[in-house]
């Protein structure tokens, strides 16, 4: 079925820039409502940026116009642009895939930490 692989994240300094990518394998991405979520330590796991199998975007508050959710059909990838990085963003993110009439994300990559230093 649908698997998740997940890559891109590291240590950065605050300000700098970051590219999430997830390769989809088994089934066809564009068809899935997809998202991506993050943990920081001691907090709820948030779902901070999402694509609808439609196309439609949305973001948490504290990321827009910062980050950018996006899925390259080509190459069955999701990435997730991150840019203006604060400490604040420092979290494991994961991404995440459902069915496109499903209210759960059933599909989740291994999850890859990105580290902000100030």
């Known amino acids: 079925q649908l698997q998740l692989v997940e890559s891109g994240g590291g240590l950065v300094q605050a300000g700098d820039s970051l590219r999430l990518s997830c390769l989809a394998s088994?089934?066809?991405?564009?068809?899935?409502?997809v998202g991506w979520f993050r943990q920081a330590p001691g907090q709820q796991r948030e779902l901070v940026a999402g694509?609808?199998?439609?196309?439609?975007?949305s973001y948490v508050d504290s990321v827009k116009g910062r980050f950018t959710i996006s899925i390259d059909s080509a190459k069955n990838t999701m990435y997730l642009q991150m840019n203006g990085l604060t400490p604040e963003d420092t979290a494991v993110y994961y991404c995440?895939?459902?069915?496109?009439?499903?209210?759960?994300?059933?599909?989740w990559g291994q999850g890859t930490q990105v580290t902000v230093s100030s």
């Open positions: 995440a895939a459902r069915m496109s009439f499903s209210l759960h994300y059933d599909y």
């Open positions: 088994g089934r066809t991405l564009t068809t899935y409502s």
């Open positions: 694509i609808t199998s439609g196309g439609d975007t």
